[in-house]
């Protein structure tokens, strides 16, 4: 059963950082990992898409990376701001299209 | 503007007293499917549908109904809720291609109250 874990499940840090968010998963028969962000109580807003074939997906001051046979994937933020403080959501999707998701890192980014 | 709509946002209701979750997406997606939210359980999948007419239980079926007889439309009902399916749900669609799906979209939810 493909389980996935987030890490840390919170952090905390000061505006201008980068960081590492961390999500990992047990069955390396993925078709794609997707990164979400979620505002408290609101949707899920998708960041970043990484095909299984791919190892690395950019968009703005975001950068995913995906390793299959380590079952690793992590979500890079580049000069981290204010409006980033949100909850970040790691799903990878199985045969059927169903998303596993991981329990979530809620980021707070101090001014 | 390419977009999942849900409605309602809010919803408070009556143990027992039928109710139905709209969901509408307008990028002509095969793939839909139905999520709900609680605290410490994450988002946990409700039931999908592959295409029109195909529909099928995901890992919390029990209590819910669904059906797809247009691609745009996968409403999600409820014959008889209960105050366990108090919850903040999803609705998300996908493009479904060789067999993959490439990215999902996400409704902006629907937190529903059963008393």
């Known amino acids: 059963k493909q389980e996935v874990t987030q890490i840390p499940a919170a952090l905390s840090v000061p505006e201008g950082e980068n960081l590492v968010l961390n999500c990992s998963f047990t069955?390396?028969?993925?078709?794609?990992l997707q990164w979400f962000r979620q505002d408290p109580g609101k949707g899920l807003t998708s960041l970043l898409l990484?095909?299984?074939?791919?190892r690395e997906q950019t968009s703005g001051r975001l950068n995913a990376s995906l390793d299959k046979s380590s079952g690793r994937s992590t979500l890079y933020i580049a000069a981290s701001q204010p409006g980033d403080s949100a909850t970040y959501l790691c799903?990878?999707?199985?045969?059927?299209?169903?998303?596993?998701f991981g329990q979530g890192t809620t980021l707070q980014v101090k001014p | 503007e390419a977009q999942v709509t849900q409605n309602p946002r809010y919803l408070i209701t009556v143990t027992g007293k039928k109710l139905t979750v709209t969901c509408s997406q307008n990028?002509?997606?095969?793939?839909m499917s139905w999520y709900r939210q609680d605290p410490g359980l994450g988002l946990r999948q409700i039931y999908y549908?592959?295409?029109?007419?195909?529909?099928d239980k995901g890992d919390v079926p029990e209590g819910y109904k669904v059906s797809r007889k247009e691609k745009r439309n996968f409403p999600l009902i409820l014959e008889s809720p209960s105050p366990n399916q108090t919850s903040l749900y999803f609705c998300?669609?996908?493009?479904?291609?060789?067999?993959?799906?490439?990215?999902?979209?996400f409704g902006s939810g629907t937190r529903l109250t059963v008393v």
């Open positions: 799903a990878v999707s199985s045969n059927t299209g169903k998303l596993i």
């Open positions: 069955d390396s028969a993925i078709y794609n």
């Open positions: 990028m002509n997606h095969e793939y």
């Open positions: 549908s592959m295409n029109v007419e195909v529909t």
């Open positions: 998300a669609s996908s493009f479904r291609g060789r067999g993959e799906n490439y990215g999902y979209t």
């Open positions: 990484i095909q299984s074939s791919q």
